[in-house]
């Protein structure tokens, strides 16, 4: 079973953070610049407060009637964030991501953020792993 810190360690992609003051409109430049559909609020020194995703946007801004350029993302985000730790296994990510229908997760390592788990991730680590498992098991039985 693969450990998120064995993900942490291979992705080349990090992830990015923004301030809680930040307006929903500089978040989405973010977002849109990193080509990334989450971002993590946090405080000073890692702390994650929350997290803002283009879900929140989309229900939160443009359907409620907000502007984004005066709306800040304290406002939106999604305080309540489901974490992992860098010892838990991609299985379990999968579970939580699927029993809480989240397609992100936080990875906090003694109280401060170290890294994030995308459901592509998730998928693609198992689908690999599967796929190596796949090939042992052909490998033994024709040798």
């Known amino acids: 079973m693969v450990e998120v810190q064995r993900l942490l360690d291979l992705k080349k ?6 301030a809680p003051e930040t307006t929903a409109y500089q978040a989405l430049e973010i977002m849109a610049a ?3 559909g989450a971002l993590m609020v946090v405080a000073t020194g890692r702390k994650l407060l929350g997290i803002f995703t283009e879900r ?3 229900r939160k801004v443009v359907l409620m009637g907000k502007s984004s350029k005066n709306t800040l993302v304290s406002e939106l985000m999604t305080p309540s964030v489901y974490c ?9 990510c999968m579970a939580l991501m699927n029993d809480r229908h989240v397609r992100h997760l ?3 390592e003694d109280g401060k953020l170290v890294g994030l ?7 693609n680590t198992i689908i690999h ?7 042992d ?3 033994y039985i024709t040798s």
Do not use: F, H
Request: charged share 35%.
């Open 13 to 18: 992609k990090g992830y990015w953070t923004i």
């Open 34 to 36: 990193k080509d990334v």
């Open 56 to 58: 929140d946007y989309s």
């Open 84 to 92: 992992v730790s860098p010892d838990d296994t991609m299985e379990y």
């Open 106 to 108: 936080p990875v906090i």
């Open 117 to 123: 788990v995308s459901i592509r991730d998730v998928v």
């Open 129 to 135: 792993e599967k796929e190596t498992t796949i090939k």
């Open 137 to 139: 098991l052909e490998q």
